[in-house]
């Protein structure tokens, strides 16, 4: 018995071996196929700063080549000049990408999936894939070429007063073959999933079919589904073009004519579409297709068992890769990306690669930042004094003397936070009470003793510098007497001498009791959630601060499952739609974004009115109107916009406000800065 326990061991150390040893022998094939790209790329920025070669133009070598694209329609998308001239003059002609981006993201994601909602994943996502057009750099509404090279607006057949669109794609872009040490050593994966696949129109139209399929439940899809849902038909004519077709809707023009329309978004929704590899997701990990038939090419907007297993894909926590960046990895440090040496655009990505780093607070991530082990740092107010003591430091001394000092960047997020109020509960389904909690809070308060001054008041749904906002409505005033009468007259009474007040409700006295959760890791939050329960003692209301971990606010989020909710939206680039957030069709979706349950006809009839509302002045008195209602309905509390400071050492090249740098970019209005154009000076 002995001999065959040596032997066994024997055989198991050999084959480890054998397995070591490819492991390896591929990891050193990847690293002489990336040096060559890289290379081929260094190249190819020496040739192109000294005009030794010319870029090919790709729209005229399309125009030449198919007979799909008609030169009497006017290409939609404009070129991008901030990369094709003002990016290559800065970098200098012996410029080739060097370093590794590091920064920390709060908390680890369960998956990877394509449709995960979380904000980390979906940037990440963001980085490894394409859309049909890009933002041009620093500007909003302005549409450049990205995996489409011509966007034409082109007559109906039918209906020659409405528009539909033709895309044209690169034949150039790739999914990267999967990695077959991003799995699980149990999962047998077939051959076809180790190889290149081109990026076709057939990937965009799977994209939009999945997005549509109502047995997928996850948030991002169920958001997404809210602003696909007007298109009228996907065709794709061949692997390189397609046309997207808007459904029209009945209007009344100046004149009272009734006048057909589409929407005034479908323009920028249709360049957001993005490709999902049909080559991974359409298949088990055998490579046997999940649906044998799929009929009119339909199958996958509706079939149930596709659903099913697209929601558990065996691929969810990876990446599948054909953009400026290529997935590398998650171990247990974080999310690994490279920088991807084929892609089309050599300037998109001007660093060897970026690694994600989980971390379990803003506090620990401060400490990575301080001892340099991440690029970026975002400061919370509580932080601010940490800051100033570490400068004066003789650790921070020694660092500066070797150049990698900490600059910062000030600026006011896109976005706010505010208290969610559901709905659905029987405390908060009173526009009345709704006011009466958001007049027991002192807002100012918050701005200038728990954020340091790092926030800005705000009183509506909207950026707070931007034109939707309307500056006419002020925050609801901090009154606790005025909260106290309300209350009273909604029948809000403590009947039983405890100090919290009652109501008899289908005959049960409800005490007004309620959970206030928020993110239990940050302690800004925590303090905020504190203050306000306080805030609801005073007024005979008890509030009970419930801090969860991202993933379970996620959770309770997508079920509706909360009381109220202290948390912070990330506002999405002008022209704004506000149909995610407010509008009644998805107040009862599960992983819809209104996850208060809102509901208001008005509202709803106001999103339907700036769907097809070109004028811009126009568009600007219906979000001002908007903005009122809102602030009338009080659905969230709005507390403040926060204030960033984002500190970088000095090694990160290239971070700036495109708004503030008109000389780089003329008529830039994008207010934040922006990490993609970064590159580094020295790097370990």
């Not at 060097?98 to 996502?125: C, T, W, Y």
């Not at 001007?350 to 975002?378: I, M, N, R």
Request: net charge negative.
């Amino acid at each position: 018995m002995g001999g065959s326990l040596v032997l066994l061991g024997m055989l198991y150390w050999s084959s480890s071996l054998i397995e070591g040893d490819l492991k390896a022998m591929r990891k050193e094939l990847k690293r002489l196929q990336e040096e060559t790209s890289n290379l081929n790329q260094k190249i190819r920025f020496e040739r192109l700063h000294r005009g030794g070669i010319q870029e090919p133009n790709p729209l005229h070598d399309l125009s030449a080549r198919r007979s799909q694209v008609d030169s009497k329609y006017p290409n939609l998308l404009e070129e991008d000049t901030f990369y094709s001239q003002t990016l290559p003059a800065l970098l200098g002609d012996d410029f080739h990408p060097q370093g590794i981006l590091k920064e920390a993201m709060m908390g680890r994601p369960d998956n990877l999936h394509p449709f995960n909602n979380f904000r980390d994943v979906s940037n990440m996502i963001d980085m490894c894939t394409v859309r049909v057009a890009s933002l041009a750099f620093g500007k909003y509404e302005t549409m450049a070429p990205d995996m489409a090279i011509k966007l034409e607006a082109r007559p109906q057949t039918d209906k020659p007063h409405l528009n539909e669109y033709w895309i044209h794609l690169r034949s150039n872009v790739f999914w990267a073959p999967l990695d077959r040490d991003h799995f699980p050593r149990s999962l047998e994966l077939a051959p076809q999933f180790f190889q290149k696949h081109p990026v076709t129109a057939h990937d965009f139209k799977f994209f939009y079919d999945t997005v549509m399929n109502p047995y997928i439940s996850e948030a991002k899809a169920a958001s997404l589904r809210t602003y696909f849902s007007d298109i009228e038909s996907f065709q794709v004519i061949d692997d390189h073009t397609f046309v997207i077709r808007w459904k029209a809707n009945e209007t009344i023009d100046e004149a009272g004519n009734p006048e057909e329309k589409i929407k005034y978004t479908s323009l920028s929704l249709t360049g957001g579409l993005q490709p999902l590899p049909r080559f991974v997701y359409q298949y088990f990990a055998d490579g046997e297709k999940i649906i044998e038939e799929e009929g009119d090419g339909n199958a996958y907007r509706h079939n149930s068992i596709f659903a099913q297993n697209f929601s558990q894909h065996w691929a969810k926590n990876v990446i599948v890769s054909c953009g400026s960046y290529l997935f590398d990895g998650m171990n247990e440090e974080g999310i690994l990306f490279r920088r991807n040496p084929d892609f089309y655009n050599p300037y998109a990505t001007l660093v060897k690669g970026a690694h994600y780093l989980f971390k379990e607070s803003p506090d620990a991530a401060w400490q990575d930042f301080k001892v340099g082990k991440t690029s970026f740092c975002t400061l919370s107010p509580n932080q601010l004094l940490e800051l100033a003591q570490f400068l004066e430091s003789p650790e921070y001394q020694i660092q500066q003397s070797k150049g990698q000092g900490i600059e910062e960047l000030d600026f006011v997020d896109m976005g706010y936070y505010y208290i969610g109020w559901n709905e659905t509960k029987p405390f908060f389904g009173s526009p009345k009470i709704r006011q009466a909690m958001s007049m027991a809070i002192d807002q100012n308060r918050i701005i200038e003793q728990n954020l340091n001054e790092m926030g800005v008041d705000t009183s509506g749904p909207f950026f707070r510098y931007s034109s939707s906002y309307n500056d006419e409505i002020p925050s609801w005033p901090f009154d606790p007497d005025e909260a106290r009468k309300i209350l009273d007259k909604e029948g809000w009474i403590d009947l039983d001498g405890d100090g919290i007040r009652d109501k008899v409700i289908n005959g049960e006295k409800i005490p007004f009791r309620f959970s206030l959760t928020y993110f239990v890791k940050s302690r800004s939050s925590k303090v905020i959630a504190e203050y306000i329960a306080t805030c609801m003692r005073e007024i005979g209301v008890e509030c009970l601060p419930k801090g969860l971990d991202i993933a379970d606010i996620s959770r309770q989020f997508d079920d509706k499952n909360f009381d109220a909710l202290f948390m912070g939206w990330k506002l999405g680039t002008p022209p704004e739609d506000p149909r995610q957030l407010w509008h009644s069709s998805g107040a009862r979706e599960k992983g819809s974004s209104n996850a208060i349950g809102f509901c208001n006809p008005k509202i709803d009839l106001l999103i339907e009115e700036l769907n097809y509302e070109y004028d811009k002045e126009r568009r600007t008195e219906l979000y001002h109107k908007f903005h009122k209602i809102i602030h009338e309905q009080c659905p969230y509390t709005f507390l403040y916009v926060p204030k960033i400071r984002l500190l970088y050492r000095q090694s990160v090249q290239n971070l700036f406000i495109p708004r503030e740098r008109q000389d780089l970019i003329p008529e830039a209005d994008i207010p934040e800065p922006s990490k993609q154009v970064v590159w580094l000076k020295e790097y370990d």
